[in-house]
């Protein structure tokens, strides 16, 4: 006997509740992004993988699906959106006007090692907005990410947007003196300096010739500068200054990140990151070499970490609990209760059908009690009984069993 | 300067109205699938090569997208989705109710040579019907193709649905003498008769022992056999008998197919099958060998083919082009002009989106001019103009250039 053929390690099988947990993530996506004014796009799955590789940032490089397609193609499954973007919006950017408000909800591909919170296989919602240099875009990007987060059900109790600057930190490279750093590796070390031994990051920023009570002191001192002001000044006016702290140790990993970053945080006992992003002026150019430069922000959330702090989370888990109850549900069952009028069932169910209602009948002959079980299981509105009285047909709805005799003509409009 | 990234040939990129147009036939594809009282799940995209190799029919397997990920397994893209509709069936029917009426809208990927109609990535809607052998299961899935096609704004001159059955074939081949014959050949001769040269075919049935004649005579009886009475009464119960043509000369290219099997076929120029399926009932145990027969009929449509048939023909291109018209255009646009009443603005946008309305507004101070010619070019049904007279706000309305003043208490409900 050969072997169960099984799902692949870190990838996902959506059964229906599981599908329509993740239809309600991406229809709540989809209505935030409607709300602010962003269009939907999507690019291929598959990509030459020299489009990731010109990106640098070696750490997606090690965790790539890629390989050599029958034409002697370098391809790989895509690990992330932004590079597509950036080749998408430099061939046709100037059939647009600016800016370019674009999101995205599509499959990514990463080879790590499965563990809680991380897939090899996740969704991911990329929201960018091109052609804007502003600080004023920078804003428009945190309130709609902050604004997300409310849509789903969370409080400012439950997340805080930590808001950064990596400009912020070349001026104080500048301040210590090290203008010949290399920038990367100083934001590398305040990138990991949260999961990484206080010894560790001392030695890495010594050997940087600055030390961890200077950035201490640093990101200590920020919180009131005016540097963020712009950005917080924006937010203020929409009434969303609760939900930012100003939080310099958020650097954000990729390396073509320029100026604003930022992160949502699970204020929880998780103490997640379940989205991020930031200012990324130079990566258009670095895509589509021969492009204009196109300064671009942008934020990305995946699935798997939201959709479970949405089911940790009360406020959050109502809301979806709420969408699930009505997904799944029928609008009625059509019960042939004799044999003979199968046919005649057969049209009412079409009726039914014709007019938007979700409607679901037996396909074989069955015992009356047990059609009224299935539509129970199927969780349906209303039962249509079919029987020898027909053209008067019995409509029962299953809540309260209440029962009414209604002429087939009636239906559905009065149903 | 490095060369320019470009699209994998037969991949494509969605800007925002492909990617609409792209919605659309999701959308119209969900609400049918809802109204047959079908719920939605995926599978991944990325599975086990063992997986399409067990179900055997060579075909797909030349055209697989496939590789040793870093674990050493053998892996592929997914070429369709019926073998992990197999597996998913397979491992958990015990926790459902039979008949399972599973849907799910997903991307494929074959390496074939990209022509008209054919991509190496697409789009397919899957709709199966799991553990009823009944022909009145056929039928439902019959009469689903058929109100989808309506539903996209076809018509009957514009489709027919060519119903067949292999089991037909089967009794021919008895009625021949051919017991002993492969099916699995001869239907492959079947199927492939309307593309071939007829010298071909017929030197390919002499090989099996008939004949172009007697295959011919067979056809052309069958259109009233008793075979297809119960499927075709059922249709004609719901009033969709007109959109039917028995057609012997229909087997589908798919070896797992078992009995009833029918394509969605243009009747214009194009004469191409957009959709199509059949009868599987071996594939789950096949599949997962340990598992229980599990009867099973399905269909798919592609995006592709059916995308361009929706714009050449004129009523279905009509219901495309009225939810592009709805789905790009915004509510509002807030204009700017009076840079010092910015936050108040801000304000105003935070509401107006709160509510539920697609809000923009300018990133940047900009002359009143450009930014209604924003407006417009958003296709916003309103600019909400926020001057010196804040708190009283122009209301204009785009279409008709009306204008009405409102106190800003009075946004959003009065818009």
């Given amino acids: 006997m050969a072997e169960k053929i099984q799902t692949l390690k870190g990838f996902r099988d959506f059964y229906p509740e599981d599908c329509a947990a993740r239809n309600y993530l991406f229809e709540r996506w989809r209505a935030v992004a409607h709300r602010y004014g962003f269009a939907e796009y999507e690019g291929p799955v598959l990509e030459s993988t020299e489009l990731y590789k010109r990106k640098s940032g070696d750490e997606i490089l090690g965790q790539l699906f890629h390989f050599t397609d029958r034409g002697e193609r370098e391809v790989a499954m895509r690990p992330e959106l932004t590079p597509t973007l950036a080749r998408m919006a430099a061939a046709k950017q100037r059939d647009y006007k600016k800016p370019l408000r674009w999101f995205a909800i599509g499959q990514f591909f990463r080879y790590e090692a499965p563990q809680k919170g991380r897939t090899r296989e996740f969704y991911q919602f990329n929201v960018d907005l091109l052609g804007e240099p502003s600080k004023a875009a920078d804003a428009e990007l945190v309130a709609f990410a902050i604004d997300l987060m409310r849509d789903l059900g969370f409080t400012a109790d439950d997340f805080t947007l930590r808001l950064s600057d990596r400009d912020a930190w070349l001026a104080f490279l500048e301040g210590e003196g090290l203008d010949e750093a290399d920038p990367a590796a100083f934001l590398s070390i305040i990138d990991k300096m949260e999961r990484e031994r206080p010894e560790v990051t001392e030695d890495k920023l010594k050997g940087l010739g600055t030390s961890r009570e200077a950035v201490d002191a640093f990101i200590a001192s920020a919180a009131g500068s005016a540097h963020f002001a712009p950005v917080l ?32 945080f699970d204020k929880g006992r998780g103490m997640r990151a379940v989205a991020g992003g930031g200012r990324y002026d130079k990566l258009v150019s670095l895509i589509s070499e021969g492009a204009a430069d196109l300064p671009a922000c942008g934020f990305a959330m995946g699935d798997v970490v939201i959709t479970d702090l949405i089911k940790e989370t009360p406020s959050a888990r109502a809301k979806l609990d709420e969408h699930l109850a009505a997904a799944g549900a029928l609008d009625a069952y059509v019960v042939i209760a004799d044999e003979s009028k199968r046919a ?65 003509e009636d239906l559905p409009t009065q149903l």
Avoid at 254 to 264: H, K, M, P, Q, S
Avoid at 348 to 355: D, K, M, S
Avoid at 379 to 404: C, H, M, N, W, Y
């Fill in 344 to 408: 005649e069932a057969l049209g009412i169910v079409q009726r039914l059908r014709a007019a938007g209602l979700r409607t679901d009948y037996p396909l074989v002959p069955l015992k009356v009690g047990k059609q009224f079980g299935h539509a129970e299981s199927l969780r349906a509105r209303k039962a249509i009984v079919v029987g020898a009285e027909f053209p008067t047909v019995a409509v029962k709805t299953l809540a309260d069993r209440s029962e009414q005799q209604l002429l087939v």
């Fill in 233 to 264: 000044d924006d937010l203020a006016a929409r009434g969303l200054a609760d939900f930012v702290t100003v939080d310099l140790g958020v650097v954000r990993g990729l390396a073509y990140y320029t100026g604003t970053v930022f992160e949502v």
